[in-house]
């Protein structure tokens, strides 16, 4: 359900009003029929105007005053109390630091998306409505509250952990890094947090369900020993940053889905890293350096020895021709390695 911020404002300010015991107005100020249906929504998207199709890639749209008023998206505090039951929550262009009470949706939320904001860092909307946002996240949440530590760092309440979600999707924003405030999301099982400005990963070693995660369009030139916080990936999509070394990655076994196109791999050996995961199925390579290189395809896929005919490059699988070419390449690889060894 689409509802525009002016709306979801207009709710809460209404919930924060006092209520006559008895309406003698012929239900002229009846505001239950507004909050049963809002109870019931399972899922939420909030945008900055009511028809918001032409705003989803201008930062600018929240600091413009809607039609002739001078109500700005952009300054307008809110709480979502009535909207308890929700299970998926987008907000386009629209800051969540403006969400003053979310304790309510943390115990049924699975989705939450957040495109096209000047948002920089994660906590910034899985703690949105905490005044401590910006002091360290402990590796877990606590049952109960800890006292106040004399260097400022609060540990976080039990209450700021999302039980349920599953996916968060930040895509389209001005992310530099991934925070420690993740570890308030345990079961996240999809971390989208493409189109950003993020050049290293971190905090994912807790997020023991997390199995995909899609980082294309950032900063990243390096993948140190990527195994060490995620382990249990099935799903990796790394497309348009600066990776040059896939030796990060050797370790990655649970993987069968791997993006690297539009990179700058350049040397054919590099292949060789993913080449031994023993699970991969899908690899895209198309956009790097070494794909504009002769007999691209047979000389990756004979990186696979035998597994080559299980393998789908850029969303193709080998051809015949191609299979032929890659089992001599590879015998002929075979046979130098064990040259070297002697």
């Known amino acids: 359900m689409y509802f525009n911020i002016l709306q979801v404002f207009a709710i809460s300010e209404r919930l924060a009003l006092p209520c006559p015991p008895i309406d003698e107005q012929g239900g002229k100020y009846d505001f239950s029929h507004v909050l049963d249906f809002c109870t019931q929504l399972a899922a939420l998207v909030v945008t900055p105007v009511k028809d918001s199709s032409n705003f989803a890639q201008d930062y600018n749209t929240v600091d413009v005053p809607i039609g002739r008023s001078n109500i700005i998206p952009n300054r307008l505090s809110f709480n979502l109390n009535a909207f308890r039951n929700l299970k998926t929550l987008k907000f386009s262009a629209l800051s969540t630091e403006n969400i003053v009470d979310i304790e309510l949706l943390k115990p049924t939320l699975q989705t939450i998306c957040v ?69 308030t999301a345990p079961k996240l099982r999809r971390l989208v947090l493409e189109q950003n400005r993020i050049r290293t990963v971190q905090n994912l070693a807790e997020l023991p369900h ?62 060789v890293y993913v080449a031994n995961l023993p699970l991969l199925e899908t690899l895209r390579l198309t956009g790097n350096p070494l794909a504009g290189s002769v007999d691209y395809r047979p000389r990756v896929l004979a990186r696979f020895h035998q597994r080559a005919a299980e393998i789908s490059l850029d969303n193709e699988p080998g051809t015949q021709q191609e299979m032929d070419t890659a089992l001599v390449l590879s015998a002929l690889l075979i046979a130098r390695q064990r040259q070297r060894q002697k």
């Open 210 to 271: 997390l199995q995909m995660l899609s980082l294309s369009g950032n900063l990243i030139a390096e993948c140190v020993d990527w195994h060490l916080t995620m382990g249990n990936l099935v799903t990796l999509k790394l497309s348009q940053n600066k990776i040059k070394s896939l030796s990060g990655l050797r370790k990655l076994l649970s993987l069968v889905n791997l993006d690297l196109s539009c990179n700058l791999i350049e040397d054919l050996d590099e292949v």
């Open 115 to 183: 495109h096209n904001t000047t948002i920089t860092h994660i906590n910034q909307v899985l703690l949105c409505d905490n005044l401590h946002k910006g002091c360290d996240v402990p590796s877990l949440v606590p049952e109960h509250a800890a006292p106040t530590s004399s260097n400022g760092n609060d540990e976080l309440l039990s209450t700021d952990a999302w039980n349920e979600l599953s996916e968060l999707d930040l895509t389209g924003n001005l992310l530099t890094q991934i925070d420690g405030s993740v570890r």
